[in-house]
């Protein structure tokens, strides 16, 4: 067996996929649908793309809009997901966001912020108060549907910045992933053998300006500050990359005590550094 490696930019994120198997020429096919496939979710649902599905469903703030199946899809397992966690995860950022800079020009030039809103669903339309990102879940979605283009292969890797799944070996043996220092990226603070889930990670390290970064703890309009990183482990990356999102906005405490009615395993590293791991979470720390 050979192990066949790519790493292509999409959702503004280097994504690297492994892939070990006997048959090349048919790896390397599936690697190139991978690939398409996190270019499609790209085009269709980045809020930094105009014109495109989801800047359609923005455009008409207010009003009931029809969309498509696979869009109505990830907008309810968001109102879920905020269901679940008390508001902590909210698909209604997008203005906050752009109010701090965060915006498709990566401006970073302060504006007035808008505010949160909120979605409905009825049948197959949707309707919004405010403008809808999907940056929290979509990253975890592109990997869940990149990895099905890969469902011939028992050994495999696709990671996202952090964001992965794995499954099988590499030719040396398990897949092993580190997981990063939440203060400094040359270092590692553990490590965590992966196979058959997947490991997601939220941190403001790579996007921070001023004072302000990417995770908005929606309940408060302002940059969550009560959580240093969260690495979680679940069945599917949608599940862990919008769980890591919703208990890095509840801060530590919070996030401890919910857990345990949430579909993943966690990691919480708090404010001043202290760590939390949750009974069922895999890896050993250093």
Do not use: C
């Amino acid at each position: 067996m050979k192990k066949l490696e790519e790493t292509q930019t999409h959702l503004g994120t280097p994504i690297h996929i492994q892939v070990v198997a006997y048959d090349e020429d048919k790896a390397q096919r599936a690697i190139r649908r991978a690939f398409a496939e996190a270019a499609r979710i790209e085009s269709a649902y980045s809020r930094f793309i105009e014109g495109n599905e989801l800047a359609q469903l923005n455009a008409q703030v207010g009003e009931w809009v029809e969309v498509d199946d696979e869009l109505l899809e990830l907008i309810a397992f968001g109102i879920r997901t905020g269901e679940r966690t008390n508001g902590a995860f909210d698909l209604t950022v997008k203005s906050i966001l752009e109010g701090w800079g965060y915006d498709s020009n990566y401006s970073l030039q302060e504006a007035e912020p808008g505010q949160i809103g909120t979605v409905e669903i009825d049948g197959i339309k949707v309707r919004a108060s405010a403008e809808i990102d999907l940056g929290g879940l979509g990253k975890g979605y592109a990997i869940d549907r990149m990895v099905n283009q890969l469902a011939d292969f028992q050994n495999v890797m696709v990671n996202a910045g952090g964001d992965l799944f794995a499954r099988g070996q590499d030719e040396n043996g398990p897949w092993k992933v580190a997981l990063e220092h939440p203060t400094d990226l040359k270092k590692g603070i553990g490590v965590v053998e992966v196979n058959g889930f997947s490991v997601g990670a939220s941190s403001p390290l790579r996007r921070q300006w001023r004072n302000r970064h990417h995770l908005v703890n929606p309940q408060e309009s302002k940059p969550a500050d009560q959580m240093l990183a969260v690495y979680t482990q679940a069945p599917a990356a949608l599940i862990a990359d919008t769980y890591s999102t919703a208990l890095f906005a509840m801060g530590f405490e919070n996030a401890k005590k919910n857990l345990i009615d949430l579909p993943v395993e966690a990691l919480l590293i708090g404010p001043d550094g202290t760590g939390w791991m949750s009974e069922g979470f895999q890896g050993k720390l250093f």
